[in-house]
């Protein structure tokens, strides 16, 4: 499904995001699986790469593992990039975004033998705060679309004991949050490693698409800053299924989430080909379900026949929908649907 929809979009590159999502069963009794999370609750925690609002490969497993348990996330990474390099583009430029539970110098590792670039989230630790403390050459950020917060950040390397080399790791502080400085101790600091920048593969991929303001510190701090869109991912898949899963067993719990992942990824392509012109491909489930699906009616008999009555808003909403919706399937070369019958 997601090779599917890289061929229909075509994009330049791909931007992945690498995470794991809590689903709360705290409640279930004799849950075969339901482990304590780190959100305090029981339940199960599946690792998920997604892209855009597409979950590209998932792992279901129990709540206490933990974001880079085991070897599963570098299997996941070299299954998808092998697949995206065969099946899509081999060329297309591949970036990874994670958060510090991914701090791994084995996982980054791994991505530079695949040649992708990769933004994560890294730890403060007692060198890296010495580091960002003697730093002279730090930058105000001030993003487009938000006016109210700005940032400053400083540029460096930094290197643990059990590292094998130096890494690109970024600094950042807010500096301004709703036209009020923040002083002292209440600044939100946050550090980033990545390879972007450091003359990999990945650096000229960039630059053959135009990407290259992408390589400067700002740019992959605005970029690792969209990571919040990933995490909207996972609520939209809980907003389409539940969290509470219907199965004792593990193994048939783990069935369900999968065809649940399956069903969102479809709905979120539905959403993009057919419906786009008359409802947001943003919205949540619930809401499209309101919009698209439940219309309030009266069933009424007249002139012999049973007519379906609607409010006079709602009949040309669906006749607008029915009319988008036809065109779509028309340029899909599907016909309408009833010539199905």
Known sequence: MFIWRLQHSKPQE?????????????????????????????????????????????????????????????????????????????????ILRMDAGFYDDELFETCEYLKIGYLCGGKQYRNVLDEAADAVDWQPLKKADESTRSWMYTDMRCQQRSWRKARRTIFSALWEDDGQYVLGDLCRDTVIITNLGMGEPIDQQLRNIGREQWLEAGSILELYHNRGTDELTNRALKTFGHEQLPFKRFNANAAWYFMMVMGNNLFEAFKEDVTEAVIPVSVYADTFRRKFIDTAGKLARHARKLVLKVSKVDFMRLRNESQSILKALKNHGISAPWQWI
């Open 14 to 94: 791909i931007v992945l995001g690498l995470d794991t999502t809590v689903l709360n069963n705290d409640d279930a009794h004799k849950r075969h699986g339901v482990q304590p999370t780190h959100k305090k609750v029981k339940g199960f925690q599946p690792l998920q790469l997604t892209w855009g609002r597409h979950v590209v490969d998932a792992v279901f497993r129990g709540g206490k593992k933990h974001s880079n348990h085991g070897e599963t996330a570098d299997q996941m990474l070299v299954h998808v990039v092998e697949k995206i390099r065969k099946e899509y583009r081999e060329d297309v430029p591949l």
